[in-house]
């Protein structure tokens, strides 16, 4: 679904969640667009089916893929920043309950201007055609 944002809008869209099993690691990945006038910053995240969530970043350290924390993500006007295999990522630490293909879960984007955004985000298998379709934005 297509939904219109406004100036002082912060949009996500392309939201999936890996599917992974009670006690594993997921992680969460979408396009993050900025439609403000003004920057903002993803400071943090917060989900009910994850012990821990953080923002995370893979990189290649020697001949190895690592995932690293990242504080937090500065938002221009204007910018779009996409959240991917990796790169970029919402890591979900220590599965409170099962996430199956076909669910959804509830997500939390915080950010330092803007305030906090809960987008539905559904849980797909990798590599099964991940780009949602769905738009989300604040109020």
């Not at 439609?35 to 923002?55: F, K, M, N, Y």
């Not at 937090?72 to 779009?80: Q, R, T």
């Not at 991917?84 to 599965?95: D, R, S, T, W, Y």
């Amino acid at each position: 679904m297509l939904m219109a944002c406004g100036i002082g809008k912060i949009e996500t869209h392309q939201a999936w969640a890996r599917a992974a099993m009670k006690g594993e690691n997921s992680a969460v990945y979408f396009v993050l667009h900025n439609h403000s006038t003004r920057p903002d910053e993803l400071i943090g995240a917060a989900c009910d089916c994850a012990q821990a969530v953080e923002i995370h970043e893979s990189v290649m350290e020697a001949d190895a893929m690592k995932m690293q924390p990242v504080a937090s993500i500065p938002l221009d006007p204007g910018a779009e920043v996409t959240f991917q295999p990796g790169g970029l990522h919402v890591m979900l630490i220590n599965l409170t309950r099962d996430l199956k293909a076909g669910d959804s879960i509830n997500l939390v984007l915080k950010f330092k201007n803007t305030g906090a955004l809960t987008i539905k985000v559904p849980v797909k298998e990798a590599g099964s055609g991940m780009e949602g379709e769905d738009h989300q934005h604040t109020p």
